[in-house]
């Protein structure tokens, strides 16, 4: 026989039975509260039973007694019933009403937008702007070739799951504790030393289901992601670059390790868009495309077939987020224009709102570290008709993270997102509606 929904919350070991008769006991209070106040006019029954016992002088401070002890038990009672619930449905947020109701409220009803890329720079971003939608889609290259992702590729006939794993946890309602496990890796065992535990679950998933998308779905389910992370296309296909002297190199990884300046890029077959990317970039209010390595990250979801068409014909808001330091080989010497001059070879950037620019500089200890390995800070020299008919955004945003062992610069996650909301009408509308009734 099938339990009454209304039945089951009252059920032992659910944590709500108590304050749901302490909040009837408020109202039985409240009311004997109410009476008191009232007085015996037209009253019978129980409430003439009750005045009975009680001189009239105290009926005033007994009724207010009572109406204010019921009105403490009712609210007590309702707000730990709603909490018991929520603790019940969404363990995580341990029954915060508030950041229920603010995900309900709030991120749910924020604008959609849609972040371009891969690596750390792509997972770094989404952490910031999670705070400030739910409506958040990550299209993600799906190109790797190097560490744990290129062997489970070449092992398992898989997409690569490196990029989709940074992402997944970096929108993960529990961050913290989930990237403790999940970015693990193995020490020992043969086939397992190096891998990483994301990648062997996103692998799994992925011949469990019978498809990567799939998979991707399914670790989102139970990392409780705010947002979807999404590939860029599921046909599994390699980058290739032609290098300055001439020579042509395949793989992802392969390209990012030859210090020799590339000249382009190309997919080695045709690439079909995911159709539910399209869809995501198609319904966008704002498009980020960056930070991340240009060639290796960004360039390769913009070679898929349709991706870089859907994003020049989207009516969204778009920005380019300015790398914060050059690569060597891959970047070695680019300044901001050069960036932007390659990605104009595959977006109308005059049709984007503006790029983002960094003016805080590493401290210089990092920086000699840096410098030592072939990497400069991207010089900002946005000016005039270098900038596409852009507006330059420019800001302080460095942040120092530790990495592998070693201190690093990256974009701040926060002050990211909270630049993006100020600079875009999209959403800054909605948080001036919400925060400035």
């Given at each position: 026989m099938r339990?009454p929904?209304?039945?089951?919350i009252?059920?032992?070991?659910?944590?709500?039975?108590?304050?749901f008769?302490l909040?009837?006991g408020?109202?039985?209070?409240?009311v004997f509260?109410?009476?008191c106040?009232l007085g015996?006019?037209?009253m019978?029954?129980?409430y003439?039973?009750?005045l009975?016992f009680?001189p009239?002088?105290?009926?005033?401070?007994?009724?207010?007694?009572?109406?204010?002890?019921g009105?403490?038990?009712?609210?007590?009672g309702?707000?730990?019933?709603?909490?018991?619930v929520l603790?019940?449905?969404?363990?995580?947020s341990?029954?915060?009403?508030?950041?229920?109701l603010?995900?309900?409220?709030?991120?749910?009803k924020?604008?959609?937008?849609?972040?371009v890329?891969?690596?750390t720079g792509?997972s770094n971003?989404?952490?910031?702007?999670?705070h400030y939608t739910?409506n958040l889609t990550a299209?993600?290259t799906?190109?790797?070739?190097?560490?744990?992702s290129g062997r489970?590729?070449?092992?398992?006939?898989v997409?690569?799951?490196g990029?989709v794993?940074?992402?997944?946890?970096?929108l993960a309602e529990d961050?913290e504790?989930?990237?403790?496990?999940l970015?693990?890796?193995f020490?020992?065992?043969?086939?397992?030393?190096g891998?990483?535990?994301g990648?062997?679950?996103l692998?799994?998933?992925e011949?469990?289901t019978?498809?990567f998308?799939r998979a991707?779905?399914e670790a989102?389910?139970f990392l409780?992601v705010?947002?979807q992370?999404l590939?860029?296309t599921?046909?599994?296909?390699q980058?290739?670059a032609e290098?300055a002297?001439g020579?042509?190199v395949?793989?992802?990884?392969?390209?990012?390790a030859?210090?020799t300046?590339?000249?382009?890029?190309?997919?080695?077959?045709p690439a079909?868009a995911?159709?539910?990317a399209?869809q995501?970039?198609?319904a966008?209010d704002v498009?980020?495309?960056?930070?991340g390595?240009?060639?290796t990250s960004?360039?390769p979801?913009?070679l898929?077939?349709g991706?870089?068409?859907?994003?020049?014909r989207a009516?969204?808001e778009?920005f380019?987020?300015?790398?914060?330091m050059?690569e060597?080989g891959e970047?070695?010497g680019?300044?901001?224009?050069?960036?932007?001059k390659?990605l104009?070879?595959?977006?109308?950037?005059?049709?984007f709102?503006?790029?983002?620019?960094n003016?805080?500089p590493?401290p210089?200890?990092?920086?000699?570290?840096?410098?030592a390995e072939?990497?400069?800070?991207?010089e900002?020299d946005l000016r005039?008709p270098?900038?596409f008919?852009?507006r330059?955004i420019?800001a302080p945003?460095?942040?120092v993270?530790e990495?592998?062992?070693k201190p690093?610069?990256?974009?701040?996650?926060?002050k990211?997102?909270?630049?993006?909301?100020?600079?875009?009408?999209?959403?800054?509308?909605?948080?001036?509606?919400?925060?400035n009734?």
């Open positions: 339990i929904s209304v039945v089951k009252l059920l032992p070991g659910m944590g709500v039975k108590r304050w008769f909040a009837a408020g109202v039985v209070l409240l509260g109410a009476f106040l015996e006019e037209g019978r029954g129980l003439q039973a009750f009975r009680l009239a002088l105290w009926r005033p401070a007994v009724g207010a007694a009572l109406a204010a002890g009105s403490l038990a009712l609210a007590l309702t707000g730990m019933m709603v909490r018991g603790r019940a449905v969404a363990p995580k341990e029954g915060s009403v508030a950041e229920a603010y995900q309900a409220r709030v991120l749910k924020a604008p959609n937008v849609v972040a890329g891969g690596g792509l971003l989404l952490r910031g702007v999670k739910a299209v993600v799906v190109m790797d070739t190097g560490g744990s489970l590729r070449r092992e398992l006939d997409l690569p799951p990029d794993r940074n992402c997944l946890l970096a961050e504790r989930m990237a403790k496990f970015q693990h890796r020490t020992a065992g043969e086939g397992l030393a891998h990483a535990l990648n062997i679950l692998a799994g998933l011949q469990a019978g498809s998308d991707i779905e989102s389910y409780s705010r947002g992370v590939p860029a599921l046909d599994k296909v980058l290739v290098l002297d020579r042509t395949e793989g992802e990884a392969e390209i990012a030859d210090p300046p590339i000249r382009r890029v190309w997919l080695s077959a079909r995911y159709e539910r399209l995501a970039i198609e966008a498009i980020l495309i960056g930070p390595s240009l060639y960004i360039l979801n913009l898929v077939e991706i870089a068409a859907a994003i020049n009516q969204a778009k380019v987020i300015m790398n914060l050059t060597p970047t070695l680019y300044t901001a224009y050069d960036h932007l390659v104009a070879q595959y977006l109308d950037l005059r049709r709102t503006g790029v983002i620019v003016t805080e590493p210089p200890e990092i920086l000699a570290r840096y410098r072939g990497s400069e800070p991207v900002d005039g270098k900038t008919g852009m330059v420019r945003l460095l942040a993270v990495m592998e062992g690093t610069v990256k974009h701040d996650p926060w990211l997102a909270k630049l993006l909301t100020r600079e875009s009408r999209a959403l800054r509308r909605s948080w001036t509606r919400w925060f009734p």
